[in-house]
């Protein structure tokens, strides 16, 4: 089992910044990669970022490549998300998940109970 505590949502202007963090116990070291999914009141859940735990490669939604990036440290079991230049429509409820194989690396088999990111025209 794995445990997942997001933190560092809140209010933000467009334009200005955020960082998320998301904390992990449990068998962290036999996933395979984190990531963060999103979503917007009305809409289903969508994948955001991906880091994979022993490359460290990445991938991002079309929607934030370019001001979104994803960091992992592997001695602190964290991962985080970086958002820049952010826009009314990343408003949403942030989702961290740890993925245990490369099937579920863009949807994750463990979330945590996510964290409210509004941006403010």
């Known amino acids: 089992q794995v445990q997942l505590v997001e933190s560092g949502g809140g209010l933000v202007q467009a334009g200005g910044s955020l960082r998320l963090s998301c904390a992990s116990s449990g068998r962290t070291e036999r996933m395979y990669a984190m990531g963060w999914l999103r979503q917007a009141p009305g809409k289903e859940r969508e994948f955001v970022a991906v880091?994979?735990?022993?490359?460290?490669?990445?991938n991002y939604a079309n929607s934030v490549k370019g001001r979104f990036t994803i960091s992992r440290d592997n001695a602190k079991n964290t991962v985080s998300l970086q958002m820049n230049s952010l826009k009314s429509e990343d408003t949403a409820v942030y989702y961290c998940y740890a993925a245990s194989t490369m099937l579920t690396v863009l949807k994750g088999d463990y979330w945590g109970q996510g964290t409210q990111v509004t941006v403010s025209a």
């Open positions: 880091v994979r735990t022993g490359s460290g490669s990445t």
